[in-house]
């Protein structure tokens, strides 16, 4: 009886809870609604026409775009936006990257995790998500953190408005074998790692779908898999396979049941096959993928996401000897191969998004990936549509991002010169709005 009184009084807490939260949003939305904000664009970048625009007035209220076309009736009172003289784009998606794992680390090793708690973390994490926003990319989706849950903390703070950064979308964990590409390795078989450090071990199809579900009630917004070994990770070979075929089917098929799309890691090539078999939305880093994959890819719509910048930053690591040797030995060679195939994948017409694993280059520098892509055989335009159009398309969110259109969030960008002549113009961002707030001007 006394058990049922207490449910009955926590139940009447929470709804109280609810209200005043509920009350709480509609006072924001209010705050903000009624404001009309005009952008004046010089030249436009339209990446679903694949063409670019001049003379466009943008017109957002309630941090959505409302109104889009040229010489678009201002309303009085609105606030205008003059960037007649620049070149304004959709804000701008990497969609591979690792903002909760705290301050760039110049020796890559995944060990100095331990020096410092979860909070420390996830606290100088802040500024990671900061120059990323201000370099123009409004939204990322985060694959995968040390520290279990770290990104939903980070994700849910920017939400909220704590602190500034691109809108995540985040993974909560990154599904791995034990001793595998995502685990916390290199220590004594006696030295037992905290939860969160271990969170997403797995080591059959049901373990995969014990992780999915627990993910998915934490309230992830995707799937992250290792399929095969990583650069960046002690005692892991890049070239070996890990998950087997049904663990990866089981990972698809239970993110499924969460409306939860999958994207798997993976350099060699069976191990990108086995995923692509399986259905993941996608395969990062695509390094080693044959053309085999390559056909698989393409007929199943599977998109590649490959961080083909990365090399520099690796190897400058090796210049100056701060990164670990054998991470430097996974990485030989694999640079210039994954490269190669990035222009073999685009040729076939596969699917390509915009991925740069952010926090193995430091933070905020992303856009120096375009001007590689763009050597590796994209057109400009081509390269943009993977880090607005195609990248929104990945994420399943193409209602509300990755374009300049009625009803889409306002996250615009804008920049001096041309980025269909001179790609590199995007890495100098210079107006930065996300959902109709400015934040950088
Ligand atoms: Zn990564």
């Known amino acids: 009886m006394r058990a049922m009184a207490t449910t009955v009084l926590r139940g009447i807490v929470l709804i109280l809870f609810w209200a005043l939260s509920v009350r709480a949003e509609q006072g924001v939305a209010q705050q903000t609604t009624n404001e009309v904000i005009a952008i004046r664009a010089g030249k436009l970048i339209d990446v679903d026409g694949g063409r670019a625009v001049a003379n466009q007035v943008i017109l957002i209220r309630g941090g959505k775009i409302e109104a889009i076309g040229e010489g678009l009736a201002i309303p009085a009172g609105a606030t205008i936006i003059d ?3 620049m070149t304004v784009l959709p804000g701008l998606i990497d969609c591979h990257t690792h903002l909760a794992d705290g301050a760039h680390d110049d020796n890559g090793d995944p060990m100095s995790q331990l020096k410092r708690t979860a909070s420390q973390v996830v606290l100088e994490s802040i500024p990671n998500a900061r120059v990323t926003l201000e370099s123009g990319f409004t939204t990322v989706r985060d694959v995968g953190v040390y520290r279990a849950l770290n990104d939903l903390a980070l994700r849910d703070a920017i939400n909220k408005g704590y602190v500034a950064g691109p809108r995540m ?3 909560g964990a990154y599904i791995t074998i034990t001793g595998g590409a995502g685990a916390m390795t290199g220590f004594a078989p006696d030295i037992t790692l905290p ?6 071990e797995a080591n059959s199809p049901w373990e995969v779908r014990q992780k999915v579900r627990q993910l998915a009630h934490d309230g992830v917004d995707h799937i992250k898999v290792l399929s095969t070994g ?3 990770t002690h005692g892991s070979n890049p070239n070996a396979s890990e998950f087997t075929p049904e663990e990866l089917q089981a990972a698809v098929s239970e993110a499924s049941n969460f409306g939860l799309r999958v994207e798997a890691h993976a350099h060699a090539p069976t191990g990108i096959k086995n995923a692509i078999r399986a259905g993941v939305a996608s395969i990062e880093h695509a390094t080693l993928i044959d053309d085999e994959g390559i056909t698989m890819a393409k007929e199943r719509g599977t998109y590649l996401d490959m961080d083909i910048y990365d090399e520099e930053c690796i190897q400058e690591a090796g210049k100056s000897s701060h990164i670990p040797l054998d991470f430097l030995e996974h990485d030989r060679n694999l640079g ?3 490269r190669q195939r990035f222009t073999k994948a ?3 017409g596969v699917k390509m ?5 952010a926090g193995v280059c430091p933070y905020g520098v992303a856009a120096r990936q375009f001007a590689f892509m763009v050597k590796y055989g994209m057109t400009p335009m081509q390269a943009i549509q993977s880090a607005t159009s195609s990248a929104a398309d990945l994420l399943g969110k193409a209602d509300f991002l990755g374009s300049l259109k009625p009803g889409k969030y306002a996250d615009v960008i804008a920049v001096d010169g041309d980025p269909l002549a001179d790609i590199r ?5 210079s107006f930065v709005m996300k959902e109709g707030k400015i934040y950088k001007q």
């Open 83 to 85: 960037l007649s003289k």
């Open 169 to 171: 979308f985040v993974a």
């Open 195 to 200: 939860w969160d450090l271990r969170y997403g």
């Open 230 to 232: 990583a650069v960046l």
């Open 336 to 338: 210039e191969a994954q």
């Open 346 to 348: 685009l040729r076939a």
């Open 353 to 357: 998004s915009f991925g740069t694993d």
């Open 425 to 429: 113009a995007l890495e100098r961002v």
